[in-house]
């Protein structure tokens, strides 16, 4: 407690700044934004070491060793491939002076302590963290039931007492069917840009 109270008091606590907009250019993780493909930052948090930068494609963190050292390491996250989970925010106590967002990311976790000043901010990146994680979890439901489905109507097809050659082209039509009807279900819930999300709820 008290080393934490010296730590904040003397400024060598790394606790994270919410960057404005008109800023993003200003950073390094800007850099590796794919501006190309219509990636887009939407909130970026920066501390002494490290960025934490939220697109609407993808988690980009700039990963500083330590707050003296120029060298950085850049780990790209794309929603599509990392689901969100775990979202929380813990709020400031009398004498602290941060609040921390903590989310897990695939398989990563991350707590990210940010001033307290700028909480109206970080609860809107919460409530969008939040979001997108309800709605991945949701989608896989959906995919996973429409991949169940299809394996029943297979697996009924193989059992029923067709002959052969009907057999082989029920089966040929169920299989383009089903292609087509996956590609579809996966085009609707695999959601890769959650860009109106960020723009829902991150109004601060």
């Given at each position: ?5 010296a730590s904040?008091a003397?400024?060598?606590s ?10 993003f ?7 590796y934004?794919?501006?190309?493909d ?9 501390t ?31 929603y599509?491939?990392?689901k969100?989970?775990?979202?929380m925010l813990?709020?400031?106590g009398?004498i602290d ?12 976790r ?17 409530k969008?963290?939040?979001r ?18 299809l394996?029943?109507?297979v697996?009924?097809?193989q059992?029923?007492?067709?002959d ?12 383009d ?7 579809s ?8 840009d959650?860009?109106?999300v ?7």
């Amino acid at each position: 407690m008290f080393k934490k109270i010296a730590s904040e008091a003397l400024g060598l606590s790394d606790i994270g700044t919410i960057i404005s907009p008109q800023d993003f250019d200003k950073t390094d993780a800007d850099d590796y934004v794919m501006h190309e493909d219509n990636e887009k930052i939407y909130f970026l948090i920066k501390t002494k070491a490290d960025e934490y930068c939220f697109t609407n494609l993808a988690f980009i963190h700039v990963d500083g060793a330590n707050a003296v050292s120029s060298k950085r390491t850049l780990k790209r996250y794309p929603y599509a491939q990392h689901k969100f989970s775990d979202v929380m925010l813990e709020t400031a106590g009398k004498i602290d002076m941060d609040v921390e967002i903590k989310f897990t990311l695939g398989s990563q976790r991350f707590d990210i302590d940010v001033r307290k000043d700028q909480i109206e901010q970080l609860k809107d990146l919460y409530k969008s963290l939040l979001r997108i994680a309800e709605t991945t979890h949701e989608n896989a439901i959906y995919i996973d039931m429409a991949s169940q489905s299809l394996d029943k109507a297979v697996n009924v097809l193989q059992n029923s007492r067709t002959d052969d050659t009907k057999l082989a082209d029920t089966y040929r039509d169920l299989t383009d069917f089903g292609f087509t009807w996956m590609t579809s279900v996966r085009e609707q819930y695999h959601i890769k840009d959650f860009g109106s999300v960020f723009e829902k709820y991150i109004n601060n």
